[in-house]
């Protein structure tokens, strides 16, 4: 191989003289893919005589040693006249650390790790996962008994054993969510009674948008993680979500605009899997025609985003989250979650979702279904017909008596008089004599 023919890279470094710098980048190789770094070289890729050539020979190892606690292989090589000393750098299973500071290599650059990168390298180099590393701010008198106690039902089925266990210490380490009589973050997460004051980036935030910038209303969701699951669903199903109503026999029924289950899903991949080491909040976004559900968390490189709409392996960020929520019957552990809100957008005859991941964020996109009450309304139709159609779409047929219900308080002769315009229209047929009239919807208006 010629040197002098290659350029810095990832996995190469020159340089012309030994100094304190070069430390910074043999760190740096140690802390990523490991590389090599040439002293007698100048950054243009010439060689250029060395300064006490011997000396440094002999004193390199013995500075990187004492230094930064690594032994490269160090060995000379000659370059046209002169002679270079070669260092070559292994990467390494912990953190290397050069006057207190942590370097990475970041393309031919070395790159000081601060705040949240830091952090993340640290917890990566460990081993750990974040939410399995000990909260020493929390104890066992910070969790919730009730959020136990519903676990200790929803997990019967998952772990039996654990329904009729009253030691909290015991259900924590089976779920491996205590160490040496101390809790994780993990289980302040998922049990505590107030996370928030351990994690205030730890929140759900709900919006009702406009537009981009016009927000109607907003609600913010705490509490632990099972807590925050149950009550955005219930705010999303009562105040910002519309509900499709229909009659099984005498059964009164509402279809969610959005899938439940397919939100479920998502909201809870949306808590196990973001980063908390992030600043900022889940944001559920609501307009008029979509819904967006948005964390901060890269995916992991085995999991390409568009690898999401098809089967695809399990790999949580936050692996006791994410066992907790399986045990507890939550979730299924089988990389199957996002293909099964597809299948639920499907079902409900609604565009598929899109996941999308930009800048460290994971978003899921919904739609609603194209013909809304909106869209008939701009259609000519007034509200009560736009429901009558909607209706319609949710059943195969329907009798008058069946369709009055859906506008409390209105008449069945106002409700006839709708649909023999909505007739006239083209948008609903009909078959059979008045009196027992059987109504459904034309076929351009079902999809």
Not at 8 to 32: G, H, I, P, T, Y
Not at 83 to 106: E, L, T
Not at 166 to 171: F, L, S
Not at 355 to 361: K, L, S
Request: charged fraction near 30%.
């Amino acid at each position: 191989m010629n040197i002098l023919n290659k350029n810095e890279s990832d996995m190469l470094e020159f340089k012309s003289q030994w100094s304190e710098d070069c430390l910074k980048a043999v760190s740096s190789f140690a802390n990523s893919k490991g590389g090599i770094l040439y002293i007698g070289i100048d950054d243009k890729g010439r060689s250029v005589k060395l300064h006490n050539y011997a000396k440094a020979l002999e004193d390199i190892p013995n500075t990187i040693r004492n230094k930064l606690g690594i032994l490269p292989l160090v060995t000379s090589e000659k370059l046209n006249s002169d002679m270079v000393i070669k260092i070559d750098v292994a990467p390494s299973s912990v953190p290397i650390s050069f006057n207190g500071k942590f370097y990475i290599r970041s393309g031919s650059t070395v790159q000081e790790l601060q705040g949240k990168h830091l952090a993340d390298f640290l917890i990566k180099k460990s081993g750990l996962t974040w939410d399995q590393i000990v909260e020493e701010r929390a104890d066992l008198n910070s969790l919730n008994l009730e959020t136990i106690e519903d676990f200790k039902r929803f997990s019967k089925d998952r772990i039996p054993s654990i329904s009729q266990e009253t030691d909290i210490r015991i259900i924590l380490r089976k779920l491996n969510l205590l160490k040496d009589g101390a809790i994780t973050r993990g289980a302040a997460l998922l049990f505590g009674k107030e996370p928030q004051k351990l994690y205030i980036q730890a929140i759900v935030k709900i919006g009702k948008f406009l537009s981009e910038t016009d927000i109607q209303t907003t609600d913010i969701v705490k509490g632990n993680l099972f807590t925050q699951l149950e009550m955005t669903l219930e705010i999303l199903r009562t105040k910002y979500l519309k509900s499709n109503i229909h009659f099984e026999g005498i059964h009164r029924r509402e279809i969610l605009e959005y899938p439940y289950d397919a939100l479920r899903e998502a909201i809870i991949n949306s808590l196990i899997h973001r980063d908390y080491l992030g600043t900022s909040h889940i944001q559920i976004r609501v307009y008029d025609d979509k819904l967006i559900i948005m964390n901060e968390g890269k995916l992991p490189p085995e999991v390409p985003v568009e690898k999401l709409k098809t089967n695809h392996l399990s790999v949580p960020r936050n692996s006791l989250l994410a066992e907790t929520f399986y045990l507890a019957g939550f979730i299924e552990s089988w990389g199957r979650g996002t293909v099964k809100i597809v299948e639920k957008c499907r079902e409900q005859g609604l565009p598929e979702p899109d996941f999308t991941e930009e800048n460290g964020v994971m978003t899921a996109t919904f739609y609603c279904n194209r013909l809304n009450e909106k869209k008939f309304i701009e259609m000519g139709l007034n509200s009560r017909q736009a429901k009558l159609i909607l209706y319609l779409r949710q059943h195969v047929e329907s009798a008058i008596a069946d369709l009055s219900q859906v506008a409390d308080g209105v008449s069945i002769k106002t409700i006839q008089r709708d649909m023999d315009e909505l007739f006239k229209k083209g948008f609903i047929s009909f078959k059979g004599e008045k009196k027992g009239r059987k109504y459904f919807l034309s076929d351009i208006y079902r999809t």
